[in-house]
Structure formats: C-alpha cells, structure tokens
C-alpha cells in the first residue's frame, strides 16, 4: 500500500510539472517578439559616426602679445546688518545682537615676473561681495580680494593720467576699493537708545576704468613693410612660430620670440605688424602699430632688398617713426637686408651699403644664411642696453 502511494504521488507531481511546461511553451509561443535594445539590432538605425574634429590652422594656433588692454573694476558690496533681538527662556528682553556686515573684496594689481604679456587680462572684474550680519552679534565674512596678475613694466592710466607705474615684482595697486560692511542694530545701542530698531545696509563698491600698458613689450622689435619677411626672420632665430604666408598683412598682432645664449641671458624681439605710408596718420591702423614700436629698446629695421630700392623703404620707415614721435627712429639699430638668397638682391646690397653708414646684416630668413651674425649683433645691442640702464639708475626689463 505504501508503495502504490508513493507511486501516485510520483506520478502527480510529474503530470504537474509537464502541464507547467506546456503552459509556458504556449505563452512564449503567444507572446509578441522583444525588440532589440542594442545598437547592432536590426531594428535600429544606421550607427552614427563620430565626427572628427577640423585641424586648426596655424593663424589660429599661434599666440600673439598683449601690450595695452582697457578693464573695468567693480570692487564687492558690503554686506548688510541685521536688525535683530536676543530672546530665550528667563531672558525676555535680551537686547538687540543684529552683527555688522562683511566688507566687499578689493580688486588689486599685482606685479609677478612669470607674466611676460596681457594676453590674460580679461575686460571685466567683478570683486566678491561681503556676506550679511546675523542674529547673536554674529558679524558677516569679509569677500576676498580679487588679483590681477601683470607683466613688470605695466602703466595704470585713468582718463590719460598715469596713476600707477608697477615696475619691481610683487608690487601691488589697489584699483578699486571693496564697500564696507553694513553696521546692525547692536552698533546704535547707548544708554538713551535701549532698543535701535534701525540697521544700515552694505556700502556699494568702487567702480572705475582704467588702461594698462606696458612700458616695455620686447627688447628689439623688427620694424618694416608688408611682405619683408619679418615672421619669417623670427622664426629663424627665435622659438616663436607667428602665421608666414605669400600675402601682406600676415601679422596683425606683435608676436615676442625669445633669442636664447649660452650664458642663458634671453633677449625678446617682437614681430611687429607691417608699417605703411601714411602709418602716423593712422592709415592702415598705423597709430597702433607704432604704438608697439615705441615700446621697443631698439630696432631692427628688415628691409627687402629684392624690391626695386630697398633703400627708400629705409628712408620711409624713419619718417613714419619720426613723424609719430620725434627721435624715435633714433633708437639703437641695426639694418638688415633680407631675401639676399633672390639673385636681383645682389647689386642692391652693395647699393644700400654705399648709401647708409649704419651696419647692414644681410641674411635669408628662409635657408638662414648669416643669422648667426644677426644673433651676435642682437647681443651687443642688449649689451648695449643694460649699460645704459645701469648708468641712469633704472632697472632694465629681463625676460
């Protein structure tokens, strides 16, 4: 009898189990087919492409210099005070305990001699405005200041007024003044006033517009005509790579490269943008290219000596200078002749030399010959300059 139990049993749980089975079947066979989530199924779209991104140019690669830039200060608000009165248990008429505002945060200039340019200089700073007094005489934070780091050299100008001239590192001007903190009603209590119901509020901050400038952008600075060959010479004897291209007006913005000697003394020279009749009545943006210039120790006028006589855009260049500020053209110099490579720049070398009793420099800004020569007669120049710093007790402009 045990037996024959055992076996119905037996047999129950296994008709159950396959009636199961042919339930699910039947459901799965029923069901509506699952679309694919993956991105391979057959039902999605076509995958998309990542697209690559446009190399840049090298126009848009290269970093030009910053020597004068226009910004806007707005130091931070003082914060306000709280008008407030103590009260707990036992303790009704605790008092006022309104605290004071923080100050707004000042916007400082300060000197650091790893910045070479103003190329970091935004238009706008906006100091941090000081937080609000609070109950239980709890005063309110002071903002922090705000600092703006400039190159050694740098001008302040206010409506054409020097108001600041930053020359030793780590100086520092303050350009505008944070608002101070707003007092609570706590401040007013006195023996006649034994509840102030009155607070002030948070003084605005100082707003000004000022122009910094620097004093000097480059020791030497490559002064001459659209299509000289001046980015081209830069490159040769410098670490810079301004844009070089067959169109004049390559260079719209001065590129500073560094000459590197032995005794590691470093000179800069500036590629400054191409000079053209008329420059000093601002034809062809010429005031603010002879703005550059006039930030330069001395000059290297380049001249292209395939050009039919190289020695006039010698002559036209020094009245340009002279013509924007007397003298200027006057400055330390050096001539150099380049594209001597072309072979109708031969007999204009020996014309120039007869004509001018300056050193002229031939070279070839594209194979590099003879500047090495340049690169000495760079140093005696610098040389030149320190000397004549040190005898008139300034501090000359190291990079």
Same mark, same amino acid.
């Given at each position: 009898?045990?037996?024959?139990?055992?076996?119905?049993?037996?047999?129950?749980?296994?008709?159950?189990?396959?009636?199961?089975?042919?339930?699910?079947?039947?459901?799965?066979?029923?069901?509506? #087919?699952?679309?694919?989530?993956?991105?391979?199924?057959?039902?999605?779209?076509?995958?998309?492409?990542? &697209?690559?991104?446009?190399?840049?140019?090298?126009?848009?690669?290269?970093?030009?210099?910053?020597?004068? &830039?226009?910004?806007?200060?707005?130091? %931070?608000?003082?914060?306000?005070?709280?008008?407030?009165?103590?009260?707990?248990?036992?303790?009704?008429?605790?008092?006022?305990?309104? +605290?004071?505002?923080?100050? +707004?945060?000042?916007?400082?200039?300060?000197?650091?001699?790893?910045?070479?340019?103003?190329?970091?200089?935004?238009?706008?700073?906006?100091?941090?405005?000081?937080?609000?007094?609070?109950?239980?005489?709890?005063?309110?934070?002071?903002?922090?200041?705000?600092?703006?780091?400039? *190159?050694?050299?740098?001008?302040?100008?206010?409506?054409?007024?020097?108001?600041?001239?930053?020359?030793?590192? @780590?100086?520092?001007?303050?350009?505008?003044?944070? %608002?101070?903190?707003?007092? @609570?009603?706590?401040?007013?209590?006195?023996?006649?006033?034994?509840?102030?119901?009155?607070?002030? *509020?948070?003084?605005?901050?100082?707003?000004?517009?000022?122009?910094?400038?620097?004093?000097?952008?480059?020791?030497?600075?490559?002064? %001459?005509? #659209?299509?000289?060959?001046?980015?081209?010479?830069?490159?040769?004897?410098?670490?810079?790579?301004?844009?070089?291209?067959?169109? *004049?007006?390559?260079?719209?913005?001065?590129?500073?490269?560094?000459?590197?000697?032995?005794?590691?003394?470093?000179?800069?020279?500036?590629?400054?943008?191409?000079?053209?009749?008329?420059?000093?009545?601002?034809? @062809?943006?010429?005031?603010?290219?002879?703005?550059?210039?006039?930030?330069?120790?001395?000059?290297?006028?380049?001249?292209?000596?395939?050009?039919?006589?190289?020695?006039?855009?010698?002559?036209?260049?020094?009245?340009?200078?002279?013509?924007?500020?007397? +003298?200027?053209?006057? &400055?330390?110099?050096?001539?150099?002749?380049?594209?001597?490579?072309?072979?109708?720049?031969?007999?204009?070398?020996?014309?120039?030399?007869?004509?001018?009793?300056?050193?002229?420099?031939?070279?070839?800004?594209?194979?590099?010959?003879?500047?090495?020569?340049?690169?000495?007669?760079? &140093?005696?120049?610098?040389? @030149?300059?320190?000397?004549?710093?040190?005898?008139? +007790?300034?501090?000359?402009?190291?990079?």
């Amino acid at each position: 009898a045990g037996s024959l139990l055992m076996a119905g049993a037996a047999s129950r749980v296994s008709g159950l189990a396959c009636g199961t089975w042919d339930l699910l079947a039947r459901r799965v066979a029923s069901a509506r #087919p699952v679309r694919s989530l993956f991105a391979s199924g057959a039902l999605c779209g076509k995958p998309r492409e990542v &697209r690559k991104k446009n190399a840049l140019s090298e126009k848009k690669l290269t970093r030009h210099f910053i020597d004068h &830039r226009k910004v806007k200060v707005v130091a %931070g608000s003082g914060g306000d005070g709280a008008c407030t009165f103590h009260s707990e248990p036992r303790k009704e008429w605790g008092g006022p305990d309104g +605290g004071n505002g923080g100050n +707004g945060g000042n916007i400082i200039i300060k000197v650091d001699r790893q910045v070479k340019s103003l190329s970091l200089v935004t238009a706008l700073y906006h100091g941090g405005n000081g937080e609000s007094g609070g109950s239980k005489n709890c005063y309110g934070r002071n903002a922090h200041n705000t600092y703006i780091s400039v *190159p050694i050299g740098t001008i302040v100008r206010e409506f054409g007024k020097t108001v600041a001239d930053l020359s030793q590192h @780590g100086q520092e001007y303050v350009a505008a003044y944070g %608002g101070a903190g707003g007092k @609570g009603n706590r401040f007013f209590l006195s023996n006649e006033n034994r509840a102030p119901m009155i607070s002030t *509020p948070g003084e605005k901050g100082q707003e000004r517009a000022l122009q910094l400038e620097l004093r000097t952008m480059a020791h030497a600075g490559l002064v %001459g005509f #659209p299509n000289a060959g001046k980015s081209s010479l830069l490159r040769a004897i410098s670490n810079a790579k301004p844009a070089v291209a067959a169109y *004049p007006f390559t260079t719209l913005n001065p590129h500073v490269g560094i000459v590197k000697y032995r005794d590691h003394e470093q000179v800069a020279v500036a590629d400054i943008p191409g000079l053209i009749q008329g420059a000093h009545l601002n034809h @062809g943006l010429g005031i603010s290219f002879l703005r550059h210039i006039e930030r330069c120790r001395f000059l290297l006028f380049v001249l292209d000596l395939s050009a039919a006589e190289p020695w006039v855009q010698l002559e036209n260049l020094r009245f340009e200078l002279d013509q924007y500020e007397p +003298g200027l053209s006057q &400055r330390p110099q050096a001539i150099v002749a380049n594209k001597v490579d072309l072979p109708e720049a031969r007999a204009n070398l020996d014309t120039l030399r007869a004509l001018v009793t300056q050193r002229v420099i031939p070279v070839s800004a594209v194979t590099g010959h003879n500047t090495e020569e340049l690169i000495l007669h760079l &140093r005696e120049l610098y040389d @030149g300059y320190l000397l004549s710093e040190g005898c008139s +007790g300034q501090q000359p402009v190291k990079w």
